[in-house]
């Protein structure tokens, strides 16, 4: 069975450059949940999905931060534009609903220069 | 705020014995508990949920204290191929809260 997937696995950009991370999650899971983990702070929720709809996205740390699901099987979450403190790895899960199990995807591995 | 505290280790322990974490969480409305293990450079994986009455899976077991709002993992004749972060992971309605992970480091 495919697991979520996530793309690209590692990412290095420069600072000011856009950056998009991409999600598919689990056939059937009807929650996506987007992460990001440093060593400094652990794994932060940026922004949950529901039936594609956005739930809470209080851990978005700032305007430059934005997510869309535009359908059951596609996420996105975007940084312009990026800046060095961005560096992290960025997960993605899903579940079937908000209190299940999550799933988590391999991350994508952000360097900002 | 909804937290869940972990001690972050890193714990050292000599292969075949027997090691206990504990995480404890604010939210007394928290319904779903979770263990899950993250090996390093990896993603979070689920290691096992935590049942009221507490449930066992080969070598590990899982307890909840609702009255003192904690859980706790017990690994039993631990392998060096335990060495990894565990992520206790609690939460509701609103979503689960992912503790910052306890380091155990299985020394041969």
């Known amino acids: 069975d495919a697991g979520v997937i996530q793309s690209p696995r590692h990412e290095v950009t420069e600072m000011g450059q856009e950056v998009t991370l991409r999600c598919k999650p689990i056939?059937?899971?009807?929650?996506l949940f987007w992460y990001r983990q440093t060593m400094m702070r652990g794994l932060e929720l940026l922004i949950y999905?529901?039936?594609?709809?956005?739930?809470?996205d209080s851990g978005m740390p700032e305007d430059r931060f934005s997510a869309k699901m535009p359908n059951a099987s596609f996420s996105t979450l975007k940084i312009q534009p990026s800046e060095p403190r961005d560096s992290a790895v960025y997960f993605c899960?899903?579940?079937?609903?908000?209190?299940?199990?999550?799933?988590f995807g391999p991350g994508t591995r952000l360097t900002v220069t | 705020r909804k937290e869940v505290e972990q001690d972050p280790g890193p714990f050292n322990v000599p292969e075949g014995a027997t090691v206990a974490f504990n995480c404890t969480y604010s939210?007394?409305?928290?319904?779903?508990f979770f263990w899950y293990r993250q090996d390093c450079r990896k993603e979070p994986k689920l290691l096992m949920s935590?049942?009221?009455s507490g449930n066992e899976d080969g070598r590990f077991t899982a307890q909840l204290n609702r009255a003192s709002q904690y859980i706790s993992l017990l690994i039993r004749d631990s392998k060096l191929s335990d060495s990894a972060t565990y992520l206790c992971?609690?939460?509701?309605?609103?979503?689960?809260?992912f503790g910052k992970g306890t380091h155990l480091i299985i020394q041969p």
């Open positions: 899960a899903s579940s079937f609903g908000l209190v299940y199990e999550q799933y």
């Open positions: 056939s059937g899971h009807n929650s």
């Open positions: 999905f529901n039936n594609n709809v956005p739930i809470d």
């Open positions: 939210n007394s409305a928290s319904q779903s």
């Open positions: 935590v049942y009221s």
């Open positions: 992971v609690g939460g509701g309605a609103d979503g689960l809260t």
